[in-house]
Structures are given as C-alpha cells and as structure tokens.
C-alpha cells in the first residue's frame, strides 16, 4: 500500500519559515483526511500532537489554535503532496513532524486527531532562539 514520505525539516532560527511535504499518492489519500502532527523532544507517542487537517479539495481545512495564524495546510493534487507551511518559527515549535492519513474514514476531518491510522516516518524541525 502507498506509504507516507515527509521532507523539508530542518534546523532554523526563531522568526523563519519551513515547508514541510509529504508525499501521498492521490489514488490513496486524495478522498481522505489527511493531517500534520508532531511530538516534542522527550514524549512518547502519547503526547504527539495534532497540528492542521484537511481534506483535499474541500473547505475542510483545520488549524491547531497553537499553530494558527502561522502555519497552513494544503493537498496539492497536481503533485499528489500534502505541504504544511510554517512560518514565524519558535523554539516551541521544535519537534519531529509527522504526516498521517485517517483510511477507511468519510466524514469531517477538524480536530478529529483520534482518526488517523496510517503514519509516515517524520522529519525533524528544530527552531533555535
């Protein structure tokens, strides 16, 4: 089945700005929610977080109240690649991110963090002050 492959993390300075994409096979992911999360240096699986959702092509498009304002989340069918713009980086923000699909699953996706069964490898963001 098609996996899940993030990129774009990297080592940045408070103030700036990472893309993240993930890529995602529109045959499998393009008629599901789809989301970013992450989990900080230190925590276990149980305090990943949920970050932004959408589901593409739809107004269905969701932002953690932690995030919002600063980062954005889009399905670019084109390039079967869901990206999570960040901008306006903190040291908070530090984390490995991860890109996740909720298979199987057809209703609204906002803030419904307890969905997603299919979970890419992450990639590491670290924001230094």
């Known amino acids: 089945q098609a996996q899940l492959v993030e990129s774009g993390g990297d080592s940045v300075q408070a103030g700036g700005s990472l893309r993240l ?16 999360f992450r989990q900080p240096p230190g925590k276990g699986r149980s305090g990943r977080e949920g970050v932004a959702s959408v589901f593409p092509g739809s107004r269905d498009n969701y932002v953690a109240d932690s995030v919002k304002g600063r980062f954005t989340i889009t399905y670019d069918i084109a390039s079967e690649t869901l990206y999570l713009q960040m901008n306006n980086l903190q040291p908070e923000d530090t984390a490995m991110y991860y890109c996740a699909a909720a298979l199987g699953y057809s209703g609204a996706c906002g803030g419904r963090w307890n969905l997603y069964n299919r979970w890419g490898r992450g990639t590491q963001v670290t924001v230094s002050s």
């Open 21 to 36: 994409a993930c890529a995602a096979s529109k045959t499998t992911y393009s008629r599901v929610c789809m989301a970013w």
